[in-house]
T-cell receptor, first 115, second 112 residues
Framework: DVKVTQSSRYLVKRTGEKVFLECVQD?????MFWYRQDPGLGLRLIYF???????EKGDIPEGYSVSREKKERFSLILESASTNQTSMYLC??????????????FGPGTRLTVL | KNQVEQSPQSLIILEGKNCTLQ??????????LRWYKQDTGRGPVSLTI?????NTKSNGRYTATLDADTKQSSLHITASQLSDSASYIC???????????FGPGTRLSVLP
C-alpha cells in the first residue's frame, strides 16, 4: 500500500513564526502536492513538484514556499505565519503521467492553527 | 472557469437507508472524475474513477454514475452504515489527467 506521512497531525504556531510541514511518501512517486483545505472551499493547490528540486506554483502560492531535496520528501514552508494560514494542510503523491492512473494518495493532514 | 459543485452541502440519514450525492462540473477538456471519501481527521481516499466512456461503476455499496453530456455525476450509497459518515469529494481532472479541480465536498452523517 502507498503510504504518505506528514510530520505533525496538529500544530499551533504564533504569528510571524517560520513553520515547516514535512511530507514523506514511500512509493517512489515523482509527483507530490501540497493543498490546503478550508470549510466550503474544497482543496486548493498551493505548490506541486514533479521531480527532485523542481517545483511549480499552484493556485494559492502566496505566503508559502516548498523544498524537494529528495524524491520521497516534499516540505511546505510558511516563512512568516499569519492567522489566515490557519487551515488543514494535505500532502499527496501520485504516479507519473502516462502510467495509467492519476490517483492521488493523500497523507492524514496537518491541522495548523496560527495565533 | 473550471469548477466543480456538489450538493447537498451536508446530509443526515439513518443507518440502513440509501442516499445519493450529486456533482456538477464545468471542467474542460474532461479527462476523468473521481469520488474520494474523507473520514474525519484523515486524508481523502479514492472510491471510484469514471472516464468519459463509462456511465456506471460500482465499488461495493457505492455506485457512481456519469453523464458526460450534462456534466453530472452522482454517488449512490446503498444500505448505509455508521462507517459511511464522512465527507465525499468529487474531483475532476482535465488536460489528460494532469490538473485536478476539487469540489467542496458533501458531509454525510449516518445516525443509528
Amino acid at each position: 500500500d502507498v503510504k504518505v506521512t506528514q510530520s505533525s497531525r496538529y500544530l499551533v504556531k504564533r504569528t510571524g513564526e517560520k513553520v515547516f510541514l514535512e511530507c514523506v511518501q514511500d512509493m517512489d512517486h515523482e509527483n507530490m502536492f501540497w493543498y490546503r483545505q478550508d470549510p466550503g472551499l474544497g482543496l486548493r493547490l498551493i505548490y506541486f513538484s514533479y521531480d527532485v528540486k523542481m517545483k511549480e506554483k499552484g493556485d494559492i502560492p502566496e505566503g508559502y514556499s516548498v523544498s524537494r531535496e529528495k524524491k520521497e520528501r516534499f516540505s511546505l514552508i510558511l516563512e512568516s505565519a499569519s492567522t489566515n494560514q490557519t487551515s488543514m494542510y494535505l500532502c499527496a503523491s501520485r504516479p507519473p503521467p502516462g502510467g495509467g492512473s492519476n490517483e492521488q494518495f493523500f497523507g492524514p493532514g496537518t491541522r495548523l492553527t496560527v495565533l | 472557469k473550471n469548477q466543480v459543485e456538489q450538493s447537498p452541502q451536508s446530509l443526515i440519514i439513518l443507518e440502513g437507508k440509501n442516499c445519493t450525492l450529486q456533482c456538477n462540473y464545468t471542467v474542460s477538456p474532461f479527462s476523468n472524475l473521481r469520488w474520494y471519501k474523507q473520514d474525519t481527521g484523515r486524508g481523502p481516499v479514492s472510491l471510484t474513477i469514471m472516464t468519459f466512456s463509462e456511465n456506471t461503476k460500482s465499488n461495493g455499496r457505492y455506485t457512481a454514475t456519469l453523464d458526460a453530456d450534462t456534466k453530472q455525476s452522482s454517488l449512490h450509497i446503498t444500505a448505509s452504515q455508521l462507517s459511511d459518515s464522512a465527507s465525499y469529494i468529487c474531483v475532476v481532472s482535465d488536460n489528460y489527467g494532469q490538473n485536478f479541480v476539487f469540489g467542496p465536498g458533501t458531509r454525510l452523517s449516518v445516525l443509528p
